[in-house]
Each structure stands twice: as structure tokens, then as C-alpha cells.
């Protein structure tokens, strides 16, 4: 069972890997497309590799809810407890 802070630096490292954003960006807060600048392709990217990291998974009617980087982390927590 992850904490939030687990999450969320995970996701720092995966953001950074597929996008390039510098892991201290990438925030709870942060909207993927707004702030961070992740395209729909890079969103892809993202979704696989954290589903792949927490052994969950993320239905696609599920990823077009994850707006910001907190949204994900949540979703991840939900289904990883």
C-alpha cells in the first residue's frame, strides 16, 4: 500500500522519464495539460507506465478524469487500497 507521497514521487520520476518536466513540477496541483504541457500521445505514455508501476489499471473512460497530476495520485491510491 503506497502513500500519497509514494505516489506522487513515482509519478514525478514517470512525468519526467516521458516528458522531459523536471521531477520538483510535477505537483499535486498540476494539470497535466495546463501546466505541465503533457500532450494526449505523453498522457498515453504516462498512464501505461503508472499502471505499470502500481499494478493497477486505468480504463480510458478513467483516464480522461485524471486533469491533474492530484487526480491521478488519487485514482492510484483508490486502487491500489
Not at 499535486?28 to 505514455?45: N, P, R
Not at 501505461?48 to 492510484?76: H, M, R, W
Amino acid at each position: 500500500m503506497a502513500t500519497t507521497e509514494q505516489i506522487l514521487a513515482a509519478m514525478g520520476e514517470i512525468v519526467n522519464e516521458v516528458a522531459g518536466i523536471p521531477v520538483e513540477d510535477v505537483k499535486l496541483d498540476k494539470s497535466f495539460t495546463d501546466d505541465l504541457d503533457v500532450d494526449s500521445l505523453s498522457m498515453v505514455e504516462i498512464i501505461y507506465a503508472a499502471e505499470e508501476q502500481f499494478g493497477v489499471s486505468i480504463p480510458d473512460e478513467e483516464s480522461k478524469n485524471l486533469k491533474t497530476v492530484g487526480d491521478a495520485v488519487a485514482y492510484i491510491e483508490r486502487a491500489t487500497n
